[in-house]
């Protein structure tokens, strides 16, 4: 069973904030993943690290950035909340066995008003 | 050409019918392939993997692999309405780094 998990779980926050979306996974996975999903569409991958200190970004083109300074940790931050900006963020990691599944967290549903 | 192509459905069946999806891949290189399923306004859920050819079978689901063809297909056998959500094929690549994701097929099952 994987255990990754996102905080919040809903957030509401007003234009021009600074949020970080945090993602913790307690498997030592070295891959991980965040991905955004507007409801009823397709997932679009945003950022994606494949270890400690790196990070790359995905291919919808995003104003969110990321770090990965330890390895169960992967936070997304966006410096300046847009209403565009409001969506689902799903965060995945994927372990050291080639070719291992993504498994996701429960994701952190935004709102920017 | 996307990488991983899905019919998007919706596709409905009645309860304890065969439901069947269908899911098409571009790169021969791919080695893994994935089935999640999603229910509305939650997060995807890993249902099955396969990576040889031929079929593998979870309970009431199997997934069949064909990679001469680059075709993978999710069959759901004794269909719930429990069943009933978005079913994502996702298809790893030669990598193994990355995941290629489909837009995902709607699955409704009747009672």
């Known amino acids: 069973e994987a255990d990754i998990y996102q905080t919040p779980r809903y957030l509401v926050i007003g234009t021009g904030k600074k949020i970080t979306l945090e993602c913790s996974q307690t498997?030592?996975?070295?891959?991980m993943y965040w991905y955004q999903q507007d409801p009823g569409m397709e997932l679009h991958l945003i950022h994606y690290?494949?270890?400690?200190?790196?990070?790359e970004k995905g291919d919808l083109s995003s104003e969110s950035t990321v770090s990965r300074i330890r390895t169960e940790h992967f936070p997304l931050t966006l410096e300046s909340a847009r209403p565009s900006h409001t969506s689902q963020y799903l965060c995945?990691?994927?372990?050291?066995?080639?070719?291992?599944?993504?498994?996701f967290g429960n994701g952190t549903r935004l709102t920017v008003t | 050409q996307k990488e991983v192509e899905q019919n998007s459905g919706p596709l409905s069946v009645p309860e304890g019918a065969i439901a069947s999806l269908n899911c098409t891949y571009s790169?021969?290189?791919?080695?893994?392939f994935f089935w999640y399923r999603q229910y509305s306004g939650k997060s995807p859920e890993l249902i099955m993997s396969?990576?040889?050819?031929g079929d593998k079978e979870d309970g009431r689901f199997t997934a069949q692999l064909n990679k001469a063809s680059q075709y993978v297909s999710l069959l759901i056998r004794d269909s719930q309405p429990s069943d009933s959500a978005t079913y994502l094929c996702?298809?790893?690549?030669?990598?193994?780094?990355?995941?290629?994701f489909g837009t995902g097929t709607s699955l409704t099952v009747i009672p």
């Open positions: 995945a990691s994927s372990g050291r066995v080639y070719n291992s599944p993504l498994h």
């Open positions: 498997m030592g996975h070295d891959k």
């Open positions: 690290s494949y270890g400690v200190n790196s990070t």
């Open positions: 790169d021969r290189g791919s080695q893994s």
């Open positions: 396969i990576y040889s050819n």
């Open positions: 996702a298809v790893g690549g030669n990598t193994g780094n990355q995941f290629y």
